[in-house]
Each structure stands twice: as structure tokens, then as C-alpha cells.
């Protein structure tokens, strides 16, 4: 079941810091989130412009109405602009009993203030059962100088947990070099550390206030510091590092509260799928036929048994465009689909035939695993077009560097001539496009079919170009 975790703090209209971020990664984290409006700001990713704090009476009267209604497994605490706010979240406090993360906000990355100078939060810091200060805030709770190096941090964060009786999450986020360490620590000293590359990114803001919910957020779901500091160090450390692929603002931008849940963003679904097989692409380049066929040494023997299976293969293929062309929903397609069929009936079985001396007449297993699985495909087109690719892009792909490596002489010249050519690049091109069309209608179920449809297709072609050394590569049965 969700916990029910409240947030109590000022709202960041752009998005990225205060209670917007909390709500975002309670959710993220698997929480319910519920918040109490402390202040209203407004800011963007530059800086705070202005502060409305709410009126305390009013803080009071949303805590009491979410309390008196709703079971909270956890709080967290942001932004209070001044020392009322302080007081009526501090009164109300003791009539609760669960867990409480408090971020001491006083000063905002920005520089901006969100606690008004005059104001102390004395009377919350014993009853949080941790605290989540930046070393900004650590030195300003303890009236010393702030420290620069990771020791002093965990030291001067030991000070203020025995200060107030508390755990204190000592934050590396402003220390100096390529880590970012962040530790529980307690008023003995040190509990547990979570070392973190630093991400090389100017989008952090907000990266206070998502810890401390993600904080809160987990210590409901595990029901230990520790264990749910590592946790959210984790999440946020995701966030982080996806947070350039939004686009927020000029200034210091939020971190990408979802990106953990959300498929990775790709415009351009087919360079995906062809990095997705890269490693298939490799496994095919390092094929003894391949590696032979391009030397000039490969064997006649082989490189007939090759053609003969490609020839069986062929027929077939040919029977599958003219259905894809059947399938196909415009008439431009229809057309492509079509006339790749004739291709292969007109043009390149006649170059089989006459390269073979004889034709062998039964299909290999490994030829007819890859027509059945074709055939497999054809009860929808964009699946069937998706399983029909890869035998054009990756024999274009390897086509081009096989007619590299021929030259005049070379033991298969007149074949290897025939692996490259403007036309076949152009319907290469062409037929990328048309299953990129048909992905971008597709619904969620279909594109994962089509995916599973071109990953075999090419798992296929890694088996059929193996073949002529029985190497043994079979995924049939995958
Ligand atoms: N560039 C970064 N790479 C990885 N983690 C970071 C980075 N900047 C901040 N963090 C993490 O963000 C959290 C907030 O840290 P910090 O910046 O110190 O606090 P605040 O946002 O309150 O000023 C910490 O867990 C810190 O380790
Ligand atoms: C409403 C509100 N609360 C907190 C912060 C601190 O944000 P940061 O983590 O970037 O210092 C903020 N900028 N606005």
C-alpha cells in the first residue's frame, strides 16, 4: 500500500523546487503526496523574485484538516518563511507522532532567502527526527564557519546531531571535486555513507527539497534511515543525471522527477533498434563467412552453400513483401512492397542462379527458422515490415563493406559488386521510413511486437550468415 506522506512548504511555480517537486517525487517514489502551502514564491530557474508567506492561522487550519482526515505515514518539512509558520507547524507537530524529515530552507541555491532573517527554526529541530541542512545551512544552524572538505562535513554534521538529538544527512552537494558523498550521521559520529560520481550538470534545482521527500518517502516504505537514504541518493541521483533532457528555463533547471518511470525518450525509434542490435551487428562483422567472404578466402564450397540457402531464403522473402504489400494501408507502400518483391524474382535470384552451379534443393533449418518466423509475422503489417528489415539494412550495412574490400581480382569481384548500389541504399532509406510511419501510429503493445519482430529478424541474420561454417549460432528456439 502507498504511504500517505505530507509535505509542508513553499510552492516554486516553475516546477522544480518546493512542493511541486515534493509531490513529484513522492509519486516517483511510490507515495501518496499531500502538501500544506507555507509560502507562496515567485521564481523560476534564475531566482526568487518575491515571497507571499501564507498566514500561520491558515497553515494551522490546512494542517488540521489533512490530520484530522487522513492517516500520515511521514512528513516532510521545506520552506516556513518565518518564525509564525514555525510556530503553528511546531504546535501542530505535537500532536502527531510520525517520522518527520525537516529541510532546514533558509537560503535558496539562488542566493534568494526563504526564511526571514529574524527567524529561528529552534523549535522544530528537536522534534525531527532528521535533518537534511546543505553546509550552508549546517554552519548557519551551529553558528560556525562552513567547511569545505568531506571530514569537516561529517564532523560539523556529528555537532549537530548531538545538538539537537537527531540524525543529520550530511549533504557533499557543495563540496569541491568530481564526488558527491552524502551520509547519515548521528550525534556518535558517522552511520552510513553513499558515495556518488558528481554529474556534470547545471540542472540542480531543487535537489534539496527532492532528497528530503524522497527521504521521507522511503523511510515509510522501509522503515530505516539508512537503508532509505542509500534509496533516495539513488533516485535522485537518476533524476540528476537525466535532467538535461528536459528543457526548463534559461537558469539553474529542475532534475527529471520521472525519469526512472518513463521509457527512455527517443525521437528517432529505428536508431534505437539499430543500436539495441549492435551487439548482434558485431557478432555478424566477426563471422568467419564474413571475415573470408571480404579476404577473398573463402571457399567455393561454402560461398555456394551460402548462395543455394540465400536463393531458398529469397523465394520466400520475395512471398512475404507481396504480402506486406497486401497488408500495407497506403497505396505508396503497397507499391514499395511490391516492387521489392519483383527485385528479388527478377534481379537477384537470376544473379544466384547464375553464380551457383548447382542449386541445392532443401532449406537448412537455419533457413527455414528465419522464413517461418517471417511468416510468423504477417497477421499485422507493421509487425511483418518490422520482421522484413533487417534483412535489408544489415545486408546494406554489410554490403558496403564487403564492396570496400573488393578490387579487381578479388577471388568473388563479380558478386561483391553486386553488395553495394544507390538503389538498394535508397530503398534501404525508404523502408526505415515506412516502418517508422507505421511505429508512430502503432499503440504501445504493437510497437513492443514490432521490436520483438525486428530483434529476431536480426538474431536470424547472425544464424543465416553463420551457417555456411555451422558455427552453431541458432537462435531458433529464442
Ligand atoms: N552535480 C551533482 N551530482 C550528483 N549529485 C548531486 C549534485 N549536486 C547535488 N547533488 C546531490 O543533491 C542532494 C542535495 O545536495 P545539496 O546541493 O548539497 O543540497 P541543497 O540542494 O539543499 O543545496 C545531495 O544528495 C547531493 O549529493
Ligand atoms: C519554494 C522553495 N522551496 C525550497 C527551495 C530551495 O531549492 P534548492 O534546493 O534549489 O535550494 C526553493 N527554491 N523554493
Same mark, same amino acid.
Given at each position: 500500500m502507498s504511504p500517505n506522506i505530507l509535505s509542508i512548504a513553499g510552492s516554486d511555480p516553475s516546477g522544480g523546487a518546493g512542493i511541486q517537486a515534493d509531490l513529484k517525487t513522492i509519486g516517483a517514489n511510490g507515495g501518496y503526496g499531500m502538501c500544506v502551502i507555507t509560502a507562496l514564491t515567485a521564481q523560476n530557474t534564475h531566482g526568487v523574485d518575491a515571497v507571499l508567506p501564507i498566514d500561520a492561522q491558515f497553515v494551522a487550519k490546512q494542517l488540521t484538516s489533512v490530520s484530522q482526515d487522513v492517516h500520515i505515514d511521514a512528513v516532510k518539512i521545506g520552506m516556513l518563511a518565518n518564525s509564525q509558520i514555525v510556530a503553528a507547524v511546531a504546535a501542530w507537530l505535537e500532536t502527531l507522532s510520525a517520522p518527520v524529515v525537516l529541510d532546514?530552507?533558509?537560503?535558496? +541555491?539562488?542566493?534568494?532567502?526563504?526564511?526571514? +532573517?529574524?527567524?529561528?527554526?529552534d523549535a522544530l529541530l528537536t522534534r525531527a527526527d532528521v535533518l537534511t541542512p546543505n553546509t550552508a545551512e549546517l554552519a548557519a544552524l551551529l553558528g560556525e564557519e562552513q567547511v569545505s572538505n568531506w571530514e569537516e562535513l561529517v564532523a560539523q554534521s556529528g555537532r549537530l546531531a548531538a545538538k539537537y538529538s537527531v540524525l543529520v544527512v550530511a549533504k557533499g552537494?557543495?563540496?569541491?571535486?568530481?564526488r558527491c558523498p552524502d551520509a547519515l550521521v548521528g550525534p556518535e559520529g558517522l552511520i552510513a555513507s553513499f558515495d556518488s560520481q558528481r554529474l556534470? +550538470?547545471?540542472?540542480?534545482?531543487?535537489t534539496g527539497c527532492t532528497l528530503s521527500s524522497a527521504l521521507a518517502t522511503q523511510y515509510a516504505l522501509l522503515g530505516d534511515w539508512a537503508a532509505a537514504l542509500g534509496a533516495a541518493k539513488n533516485y535522485l541521483h537518476a533524476a540528476i543525471a537525466a535532467a538535461d533532457e528536459l528543457k526548463v528555463g534559461s537558469g539553474h533547471g529542475p532534475v527529471n522527477h520521472f525519469a526512472a518511470l518513463l521509457p527512455p525518450v527517443s525521437s528517432d525509434p529505428m536508431a534505437q533498434w539499430w543500436r539495441d542490435i549492435g551487439q548482434l551487428r558485431e557478432g555478424i562483422d566477426e563471422l568467419q563467412f564474413i571475415i573470408e567472404l571480404s579476404a577473398g578466402t573463402l571457399e567455393r564450397e561454402r560461398f555456394e552453400y551460402y548462395l543455394a540457402q540465400d536463393a531458398l531464403y529469397l523465394q520466400r522473402y520475395a512471398q512475404v513483401l507481396t504480402q506486406a504489400s497486401t497488408l500495407a494501408p497506403q497505396i505508396e507502400a503497397q507499391r514499395f512492397w511490391a516492387k521489392g518483391a519483383q527485385g528479388i524474382l527478377e534481379g537477384e535470384l537470376q544473379l544466384h542462379r547464375s553464380e551457383?552451379?548447382?542449386?541445392?534443393?532443401e532449406p537448412s533449418d537455419t533457413t527455414l527458422n528465419y522464413v517461418n518466423h517471417l511468416s510468423s509475422c504477417a497477421g499485422n503489417y507493421a509487425e511483418l515490415i518490422a520482421a522484413i528489415l533487417p534483412c535489408y539494412w544489415i545486408y546494406q550495412d554489410i554490403g558496403n563493406r564487403l564492396s570496400a574490400a573488393n578490387h579487381p581480382g578479388h577471388r568473388y569481384e563479380s558478386w561483391l559488386s553486386t553488395y553495394s548500389s544507390v538503389e538498394f541504399d535508397e530503398a534501404t532509406a525508404q523502408a526505415i521510413n515506412m516502418v517508422t510511419e507505421a511505429w508512430q501510429l502503432a499503440d504501445p503493445a504493437t510497437r513492443s511486437r514490432m521490436w520483438d519482430a525486428f530483434r529476431r529478424s536480426a538474431e536470424h541474420e547472425l544464424s543465416f550468415f553463420a551457417q555456411s561454417h555451422a558455427q552453431g549460432v541458432d537462435f531458433s528456439t529464442a
Amino acid at each position: 500500500m502507498s504511504p500517505n506522506i505530507l509535505s509542508i512548504a513553499g510552492s516554486d511555480p516553475s516546477g522544480g523546487a518546493g512542493i511541486q517537486a515534493d509531490l513529484k517525487t513522492i509519486g516517483a517514489n511510490g507515495g501518496y503526496g499531500m502538501c500544506v502551502i507555507t509560502a507562496l514564491t515567485a521564481q523560476n530557474t534564475h531566482g526568487v523574485d518575491a515571497v507571499l508567506p501564507i498566514d500561520a492561522q491558515f497553515v494551522a487550519k490546512q494542517l488540521t484538516s489533512v490530520s484530522q482526515d487522513v492517516h500520515i505515514d511521514a512528513v516532510k518539512i521545506g520552506m516556513l518563511a518565518n518564525s509564525q509558520i514555525v510556530a503553528a507547524v511546531a504546535a501542530w507537530l505535537e500532536t502527531l507522532s510520525a517520522p518527520v524529515v525537516l529541510d532546514p530552507v533558509m537560503i535558496a +541555491t539562488s542566493g534568494d532567502r526563504l526564511l526571514e +532573517t529574524d527567524s529561528t527554526l529552534d523549535a522544530l529541530l528537536t522534534r525531527a527526527d532528521v535533518l537534511t541542512p546543505n553546509t550552508a545551512e549546517l554552519a548557519a544552524l551551529l553558528g560556525e564557519e562552513q567547511v569545505s572538505n568531506w571530514e569537516e562535513l561529517v564532523a560539523q554534521s556529528g555537532r549537530l546531531a548531538a545538538k539537537y538529538s537527531v540524525l543529520v544527512v550530511a549533504k557533499g552537494g557543495h563540496l569541491p571535486g568530481d564526488r558527491c558523498p552524502d551520509a547519515l550521521v548521528g550525534p556518535e559520529g558517522l552511520i552510513a555513507s553513499f558515495d556518488s560520481q558528481r554529474l556534470s +550538470t547545471k540542472n540542480t534545482h531543487g535537489t534539496g527539497c527532492t532528497l528530503s521527500s524522497a527521504l521521507a518517502t522511503q523511510y515509510a516504505l522501509l522503515g530505516d534511515w539508512a537503508a532509505a537514504l542509500g534509496a533516495a541518493k539513488n533516485y535522485l541521483h537518476a533524476a540528476i543525471a537525466a535532467a538535461d533532457e528536459l528543457k526548463v528555463g534559461s537558469g539553474h533547471g529542475p532534475v527529471n522527477h520521472f525519469a526512472a518511470l518513463l521509457p527512455p525518450v527517443s525521437s528517432d525509434p529505428m536508431a534505437q533498434w539499430w543500436r539495441d542490435i549492435g551487439q548482434l551487428r558485431e557478432g555478424i562483422d566477426e563471422l568467419q563467412f564474413i571475415i573470408e567472404l571480404s579476404a577473398g578466402t573463402l571457399e567455393r564450397e561454402r560461398f555456394e552453400y551460402y548462395l543455394a540457402q540465400d536463393a531458398l531464403y529469397l523465394q520466400r522473402y520475395a512471398q512475404v513483401l507481396t504480402q506486406a504489400s497486401t497488408l500495407a494501408p497506403q497505396i505508396e507502400a503497397q507499391r514499395f512492397w511490391a516492387k521489392g518483391a519483383q527485385g528479388i524474382l527478377e534481379g537477384e535470384l537470376q544473379l544466384h542462379r547464375s553464380e551457383l552451379r548447382n542449386l541445392s534443393p532443401e532449406p537448412s533449418d537455419t533457413t527455414l527458422n528465419y522464413v517461418n518466423h517471417l511468416s510468423s509475422c504477417a497477421g499485422n503489417y507493421a509487425e511483418l515490415i518490422a520482421a522484413i528489415l533487417p534483412c535489408y539494412w544489415i545486408y546494406q550495412d554489410i554490403g558496403n563493406r564487403l564492396s570496400a574490400a573488393n578490387h579487381p581480382g578479388h577471388r568473388y569481384e563479380s558478386w561483391l559488386s553486386t553488395y553495394s548500389s544507390v538503389e538498394f541504399d535508397e530503398a534501404t532509406a525508404q523502408a526505415i521510413n515506412m516502418v517508422t510511419e507505421a511505429w508512430q501510429l502503432a499503440d504501445p503493445a504493437t510497437r513492443s511486437r514490432m521490436w520483438d519482430a525486428f530483434r529476431r529478424s536480426a538474431e536470424h541474420e547472425l544464424s543465416f550468415f553463420a551457417q555456411s561454417h555451422a558455427q552453431g549460432v541458432d537462435f531458433s528456439t529464442a
